[in-house]
């Protein structure tokens, strides 16, 4: 290993400067969409059971709602437009921009080239949770999603109900698509009620025990038509470990609710990015 130079300890020292400060992102507008969220009507309702996955659509101006069920569980969450799968959710994006846990007034964006809002979390109930002491937080867009490929390279065997093959199954049998097709539209997740962080000491990323219980629930506001595919991890609540039938698993219900009436009529679904896309040509 290179010794380390005289002004290491200098470096060491330097403030963190944020790479993408957000006080020119586009805000979106909390009591409008609160008053949508305060009278709005349910219109249907899906079951994601344990390790399996669920999808649904949302349009536009329309609100879902990921509830804990039954037990504490962890949800894999895969958005697209419903009207083109090519534009998805883009977990690392929201993570450069929002940080490594999403919240209430947090968006998800969607990939290039498009780059704009595809849902808003509009409540949550585990807000509350903040970051403890391990620096753990919950909803994080830093995991992946659990899938067979990496508990092949770790343990070998073939299990075929991580996140990433009930996702795939479920967005086949959705867009009546061959498996080897679906497979590549599923993308990294929003690890919904997943508590996870890097450790301090050796940067690895950790999951603990999520504190969702039965009740729980987050509120997202559909910016564009969305699909959606939801799975019910095989970690169950991800408190020892995934990628197996071992840990206690729970369903998770996915509702779609209209806003309330009149409440969005000024509201405009955000319109694709707006560079130009020459690349310099
Ligand atoms: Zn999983």
Redesign the pocket.
Known sequence: MTDAPDHAAAHRALPPVICYPTDTLPQPDMATYAAARDGMTKLSEVIAPPREAATFEVPAGHIFRISSIEGPQ?G?LNLWNANDLSERFYSGKTRALHGTHVNTGDRLWSSFPTLRPMATIIHDTLGWYGIDDFGGGVHDVIGT???PYTGNLLQGGHYHH???S?LTRALADHAGLPLAEAEGHVHD?L?VFMCTGFTRDTGQYFMKASPVRPGDYIDFLAEIDLLGAL?A???GD?GSE??SDVAPCHPLKIEVFAPAPGTLDGWQSPPPNGYDRSHGR
Do not use: E, I, L, Q
Request: proline share 6%.
């Open positions: 962890v894999d999603r659990c899938d991580c996140c990433h009930n997740v690890n799975s991890c095989p970690g991800c995934h990628s």
